[in-house]
C-alpha cells in the first residue's frame, strides 16, 4: 500500500537582494541569504514530503511570475500562492494573464501581507473587496495571514464571500510565548460557522513561541483548539521555512506538530499532512 501524499503547505523561497526584506535584520539576520530549492530538497527528501505550496514573501507581481516558473521547473513545487494588487481596477485581467501563461495552472491562490497594514480593518475596504471578488471569479484561494488585531475583519470577510476558499495561515499567528491563548481562541472560535470554506495552517508556530526555549508542549494547546474549530479535514501542515530555521530546523518542525497530532487516527493524520493542501488549494495533478 502507498504511502499517502505529503504537502508542506507553506514554505517560500528568496533572494534579499532582490526584493524588500528589510524585515531580514537583527534576529532575522542569519537568514538574510538566498534559498532556493535546491536548499529545501533535502529537507523534503528525509521528511518524506512530495510536494510544497510556494508562497509570496513581498507585494510584488514580478515574484508572483518568477514563482510559477519555478514551480513549472522544479519536480517539488505542487503550487504557488502568489500576489497580486487586489485594489489595482485591472486585477482582473492580471489574474487571467497570469493563468493563461504556459506556467499559469501552478498558481493556486493569491496573499497579501495584511498583518503589515497598519489598518486592521485594509480587508473591508471596497477597492479590496472588489479584488477578493477577482480571485473568486478566478477559481483561486485566498491566504489570509492576519494577527490578533486583524481577526474581526477577516472574520467578516470569509462570512462576505462564502463562494471563496480561505486559507487560514499560521492558525492567525498568536502570541504563545507570551501565553496568549485565550484573546486568540475567542476569536479564532468564530470561525467554527464557515469551516466549509476555510482551512487553517498548522504552520508558523515556533517562530511565536519561545526560540531558545519552546517544546511541542508549548504548542499542544493551540494546536488542539484549532483542530476543535476546524477539523482535521480542514487543517493542514506547513513549515514556514526558511523563516522556521531562527527557531527550529525542518525537521523540528515536522517533530513537533507530529507529536501534536499524536492521538489522531492514521486517516486524520494522513488529511492534515496531505489531503487537507490538495483539496484547499486543488493542486494540479494531485486534486481529483
Known amino acids: 500500500m502507498a504511502s499517502p501524499i505529503v504537502i508542506d503547505s507553506h514554505q517560500h523561497f528568496w533572494d534579499p537582494d532582490k526584493g524588500d526584506y528589510g524585515w531580514l535584520s537583527g534576529p532575522f539576520a542569519p537568514i538574510r541569504r538566498v534559498f532556493a530549492p535546491a536548499d529545501l530538497r533535502p529537507a523534503l527528501q528525509a521528511n518524506g514530503v512530495s510536494g510544497t505550496v510556494l508562497v509570496q ?6 515574484e508572483t511570475w518568477d514563482f510559477i516558473r ?11 500562492v502568489g500576489w497580486v494588487d487586489l485594489t489595482d481596477p485591472a486585477v482582473g485581467q492580471v489574474l ?6 504556459p506556467e499559469g495552472r501552478w498558481l493556486v491562490g493569491i496573499r497579501h501581507l495584511i498583518h503589515e497594514e497598519a489598518d486592521p480593518n485594509w480587508l473591508l475596504r471596497d477597492d ?3 479584488g477578493l471578488r477577482a480571485v473568486a ?70 517562530t511565536e513561541a519561545d526560540w531558545e526555549r519552546w ?19 480542514r487543517c493542514m501542515f506547513g513549515t ?24 489522531l487516527t492514521d486517516a486524520e ?12 488549494y486543488r493542486l494540479p495533478g494531485l486534486y481529483d
Open 57 to 62: 514573501t513581498w507585494n510584488d507581481l514580478g
Open 70 to 80: 519555478t514551480a513549472a521547473a522544479t519536480d517539488e513545487v505542487a503550487g504557488v
Open 96 to 101: 487571467a494573464e497570469l493563468k493563461a501563461a
Open 128 to 130: 479590496v473587496r472588489r
Open 137 to 206: 471569479d478566478a477559481g483561486l484561494v485566498y491566504d489570509l495571514v492576519p494577527k490578533l488585531p486583524h481577526l474581526p475583519a477577516v472574520l467578516r470577510t470569509v462570512a462576505d464571500f462564502p463562494d471563496l476558499r480561505f486559507v487560514l495561515d499560521h492558525i492567525a499567528k498568536p502570541d504563545i510565548k507570551g501565553g496568549g491563548f485565550e484573546p486568540w481562541a475567542a476569536l479564532m472560535r468564530g470561525f467554527a460557522i464557515h469551516r466549509d470554506h476555510v482551512w487553517c495552517k498548522l504552520s508558523g508556530m515556533i
Open 215 to 233: 517544546s511541542p508542549d508549548d504548542l499542544k494547546p493551540f494546536v488542539a483548539e484549532a483542530l476543535r474549530i476546524f477539523g482535521a479535514d
Open 240 to 263: 514556514d521555512w526558511p523563516v522556521c530555521l531562527v527557531a527550529g530546523s525542518y525537521d523540528r518542525v515536522v517533530g513537533a506538530l507530529r507529536s501534536c497530532l499524536a492521538h
Open 269 to 280: 493524520r494522513a488529511q492534515i499532512f496531505g489531503r487537507s493542501a490538495i483539496e484547499a
